[in-house]
């Protein structure tokens, strides 16, 4: 949720910001008379208490008629309270829900537009020129024996599929590379539930336009997540944290499920957009004044991952209506595909500042020791779309695949994959 001071000092801002995302502006008016409704109720429900608060002290020195009358004033004016209080949390809940129902405030800066107005901020590494016909990464992971996609159809459906053999140990030499850089940058590693509440769901913004992407158990009242981020961001939920030392972080390890509701017939071919994928994922807690700095790191942490298995790749500043719900700022790094001759994503990193927070109450103290609400940003370390990437780009004209020299240890020491 945003907050209401922002909302009250500078409208204009917010409707800004809406109208950036291709969202309703007049939310924000919405939203403004929800405040002033929430706010009238609270100071008449005061005023109301603090009369019925001297009565009971009259009512105690009162004697005879006069006590009756208080009295019978006194019962009228519990009527009065009752239905004070009930106006209050009529217009708490009103309030609360008109507040949901904006988007974060974006970042000054960031690119207006739709999916296709990103802006580029660098390009790095070359990509590679072939003397061969470069074959798509399913062509050479089957070749490979390093997924097994007919069976995955058959045992759960479209676009899943089993990682075999050296497939396998790609994914995990992978994600272990990345959790053993994530550990060396002073995160603490963590493997984070699946399914989470809804009130965690809905407090990282999941549930609002894209809701409809995500897995859902009815009977259980629980959500299949689609990233770590969720449960780390739930973690320490209705929490005042110790920043004292710096920002919280974290990197976890998941499973991730995703519908990918309306994406039929776009890259459905291999494993670039499937319904369950794993992922380390970066997670951070800090004050907001440090929110864009923090931003900068995760971003540099990606870089230094792909950077390790010699990926081309270029860096993007997402537009504004291309940004979750949640999120202030996004940047991308988007590994070059030579089958597809373009770049796709392969990381994403958010700065959410305190919209998350703000929802799910979590807080820490400043420096006079008063509680603040905390910062979050999140950002992707390594997932199995990599894999997609790094067969690709090492690719060889006799079939085999060059595995980069940093990833070669968490894979057996293997410096080419023949088939």
Known sequence: MIDLRTLRENPEAVRASQRARGEDPS?????????????????????????????GKQVGRAQGDERTALLAKGKELAAEVKAA????????????????????IVEPGVPEGGEDDYVVLKHVGTPPEFDFTPRDHLEIMESLGAVDMERGAKVSGSRFYFLTGIGAQLQIGLLSMA????????????????????EIMEGTGFL???ASEVYRLRDDDLFLVGTSEVPLAGYHSDEILDLSNGPKRYAGWSSCYRREAGSYGKDTRGIIRVHQFDKVEMFSYCPPELAAQEHQRLLAWEEEMLAKVELPYRVIDTASGDLGASAARKYDCEAWVPSQQTYRE???????????????????RDAD???????????????????????????????????????????????????
């Open 27 to 55: 939310l924000v008016d919405a939203l403004l008379s929800a405040d002033e409704r929430r706010r009238s109720a609270v100071s008449r429900a005061d005023s109301l208490r603090g009369e019925q608060k001297a009565l």
């Open 85 to 104: 209080e009930a106006e209050q949390s009529e217009a708490d809940a009103m309030l609360v829900d008109a507040q949901k129902r904006i988007q974060n």
């Open 179 to 198: 959790v053993q850089q994530a550990v060396a940058a002073g995160f603490t590693p963590m493997i984070t539930p699946s399914l989470v509440r809804p």
């Open 208 to 210: 609002g336009a894209h």
């Open 346 to 364: 392969v990381t994403s990193t958010s700065n959410c500042t305190t919209f998350q927070a703000r929802r799910l109450n979590i807080r820490f």
């Open 369 to 419: 020791g008063k509680p603040q609400t905390v910062a979050t940003l999140n950002g992707t370390l390594a997932t199995t779309r990599w894999i997609v990437a790094i067969m690709e780009n090492h690719q060889q004209a006799d079939g085999s695949v060059r595995v980069p020299e940093a990833l070669r240890p968490y894979v057996g020491g293997v410096e080419v994959l023949k088939p």
